[in-house]
């Protein structure tokens, strides 16, 4: 049975060359037989120059990984949905948009794994946690990649332009107008103490004061967090 990293390589996934899938090994191997529902935010077009791409990279190693599981997309470029196949299912629309995320849980019910490697704008991102999390089985998996992205201002990188010259960030035309890429740290920081700060206080005297913890654990790795939810 072939490694992650050897799915990733046939696949032309990026996730090898930013040193994600010995972390992704670490914690999807044992549920690597049972029948999962995964999904992944941000698809990711094919590219034909570096970093080359065939489409929907990650989803079609996912499928080889979990040779069981039902394997589903979200991405804001129509084209991806070129890149359905048996097992793989793509939804287009905009991942901080609440009405689409409804429509796509009301649709598959339930996820075991849900991964955010979609604008890593921290607040579509934070958009995508509160509509999907709610459908993530208890002790599923949500993982946010990209991390260091948080700290950059991406309307200062011209990550609209970059995407209309179809030159990296594909697809961040595509979102409204109004959209503020001006990435801000504190927001992500803010996000994950919340999780820690409910989780530390459970079962204390403090815990009405915080409120129920949604994640039993965090695990972070460079530019990447893995969270447990109870």
């Given at each position: 049975?072939?490694t992650?990293?050897?799915?990733?390589?046939?696949?032309?996934?990026?996730?090898?060359?930013?040193?994600?899938?010995?972390?992704?090994?670490?914690?999807?191997?044992?549920?690597?037989?049972?029948?999962?529902?995964?999904?992944?935010?941000?698809?990711?077009?094919?590219?034909?120059?570096?970093?080359?791409?065939?489409?929907?990279?990650?989803?079609?190693?996912?499928?080889?990984?979990?040779?069981?599981?039902?394997?589903?997309?979200?991405?804001?470029?129509?084209?991806?949905?070129?890149?359905?196949?048996?097992?793989?299912?793509?939804?287009?629309?905009?991942?901080?948009?609440?009405?689409?995320?409804?429509?796509?849980?009301?649709?598959?019910?339930?996820?075991?794994?849900?991964i955010?490697d979609?604008?890593?704008?921290?607040?579509?991102?934070?958009?995508?946690?509160?509509?999907?999390?709610?459908?993530?089985?208890?002790?599923?998996?949500?993982?946010?990649?990209?991390?260091?992205?948080?700290?950059?201002?991406?309307?200062?990188?011209?990550?609209?332009?970059?995407?209309?010259?179809?030159?990296?960030?594909?697809?961040?035309?595509?979102?409204?107008?109004?959209?503020?890429?001006k990435?801000?740290?504190?927001?992500?920081?803010?996000?994950?103490?919340?999780?820690?700060?409910?989780?530390?206080?459970?079962?204390?005297?403090?815990?009405?004061q915080?409120?129920?913890?949604?994640?039993?654990?965090?695990?972070?790795?460079?530019?990447?967090?893995?969270?447990?939810?109870?």
């Amino acid at each position: 049975m072939e490694t992650l990293l050897e799915l990733g390589k046939k696949h032309l996934a990026d996730k090898v060359q930013n040193g994600y899938l010995e972390f992704y090994e670490k914690h999807f191997e044992p549920l690597r037989d049972k029948p999962l529902n995964v999904l992944e935010i941000g698809v990711k077009r094919e590219i034909n120059y570096p970093p080359y791409s065939k489409g929907a990279c990650s989803l079609k190693m996912w499928k080889d990984y979990f040779p069981n599981a039902n394997i589903h997309g979200i991405d804001v470029d129509p084209m991806n949905k070129n890149y359905e196949e048996d097992r793989i299912k793509i939804f287009i629309g905009n991942q901080g948009d609440k009405d689409f995320l409804a429509d796509v849980v009301a649709e598959v019910g339930h996820f075991d794994i849900i991964i955010d490697d979609a604008s890593h704008v921290n607040t579509l991102t934070i958009a995508s946690y509160e509509g999907l999390f709610p459908a993530l089985s208890s002790g599923g998996l949500y993982v946010i990649e990209d991390l260091a992205c948080s700290y950059i201002d991406l309307d200062a990188e011209d990550v609209r332009g970059k995407a209309e010259k179809n030159y990296y960030w594909w697809g961040m035309h595509l979102l409204p107008d109004d959209y503020s890429y001006k990435n801000d740290r504190k927001i992500m920081a803010d996000f994950f103490e919340d999780k820690i700060t409910k989780m530390d206080m459970f079962r204390t005297r403090y815990s009405l004061q915080y409120g129920d913890p949604e994640v039993s654990s965090l695990a972070f790795y460079p530019m990447m967090c893995f969270m447990s939810k109870i």
